[in-house]
């Protein structure tokens, strides 16, 4: 029986770095405390996952909201650069606090209400997919977690803005 050459070894010639705390953390944010573990999807899961959050702020109006986006966004680079530097991908698919940060963008154009709810959320994914300019510009031009949330932010403000226009055409009441 031949001896397969060194370099076909299926086991790393160094062992994986050490997970730590901050990895762990890191992890648990980017996916939107599991949403990105789903198989089918992660994105429109990670997106479902913002609800929480939104129906928890939307009380407080949309400042609140926009300032959660911020935060979102700030704590969402940073995760989402760690876990990818980690896994060795650009943008991995579990990665989903990017989808949190741009749907919640979009919901700061929402008047209170589930039809506003709902609209924002089609609008923000159907945004995401198409990813109109400048979106695809900043997920291929920025590095590791700008790239991945700022693409995101930029179809949030897409489907803001057609919010908005909505609104204006009395949509929503």
Known sequence: MPVPPESASVLPSTPPPRRTFFDA???V???W??????PYAPGTAGTIGALPLYWLLRPLGPIAVLLATVAVAVVGVWASDRTALRLGVKDPAIVCIDEVAGV????C???PGWMAT???FVLFRIADQLKPWPARALERDLPGGWGIV???LAAGAWAALALLAARALGMFG
């Not at 405390?33 to 789903?38: A, K, Q, T």
């Not at 919640?104 to 919901?107: D, E, S, V």
């Open 25 to 27: 953390l890191a992890d």
């Open 29 to 31: 944010l980017s996916i």
């Open 33 to 38: 405390f599991g949403c990105g573990l789903v």
């Open 104 to 107: 919640l963008l979009t919901w």
């Open 109 to 111: 154009a929402a008047p």
């Open 118 to 120: 709902l609209t924002g």
């Open 150 to 152: 700022f693409d995101d």
